[in-house]
Nanobody
Framework: QVQLVESGGGLVQTGGSLRLSCAASGSIFSLVAMGWFRQAPGKEREFVARIYSTGSTNYADSVKGRFTISRDNAKNTVSLQMNSLKPEDTAVYYC?????????WGQGTQVTVFS
C-alpha cells in the first residue's frame, strides 16, 4: 500500500513561484517513478512531470523550462518547483505513482494563479 500526501499549493500572482511537495509512505519509494499531474476545472487530468528512480525526468511541453521535479529518497518526498507561473497553470495538482500495475494518487493541492 502506498499513501501520497501533497502540500504547498496556494494563491500566487502571474510570474510568481510555488513549490509543491509530496510525502510518500512505504519502503518502495526509491524504486518507483514519481509524477505530478494536474486537473483544471472542466478539463481532464493531464501529465505535468515525472522523475524516475534513476533521477531522469520528463516534462509536459507546457511546463518545460519553468517547472522542475526533484526527489529526496532519504525523506520519501518528491517536489515540484514551479516558476514563471501563468493563469493557465491554475489547477489541482496531484502526486502519482504506479506500483505493481496499480495507480496511486494523493488528495491533490490547489494552485491558483491570478493576473
Amino acid at each position: 500500500q502506498v499513501q501520497l500526501v501533497e502540500s504547498g499549493g496556494g494563491l500566487v500572482q502571474t510570474g510568481g513561484s510555488l513549490r509543491l511537495s509530496c510525502a510518500a509512505s512505504g519502503s518502495i519509494f526509491s524504486l518507483v517513478a514519481m509524477g505530478w499531474f494536474r486537473q483544471a476545472p472542466g478539463k481532464e487530468r493531464e501529465f505535468v512531470a515525472r522523475i524516475y528512480s534513476t533521477g531522469s525526468t520528463n516534462y509536459a511541453d507546457s511546463v518545460k523550462g519553468r517547472f522542475t521535479i526533484s526527489r529526496d529518497n532519504a525523506k520519501n518526498t518528491v517536489s515540484l518547483q514551479m516558476n514563471s507561473l501563468k493563469p493557465e497553470d491554475t489547477a489541482v495538482y496531484y502526486c502519482n505513482t504506479n506500483f505493481r500495475s496499480r495507480n496511486y494518487w494523493g488528495q491533490g493541492t490547489q494552485v491558483t494563479v491570478f493576473s
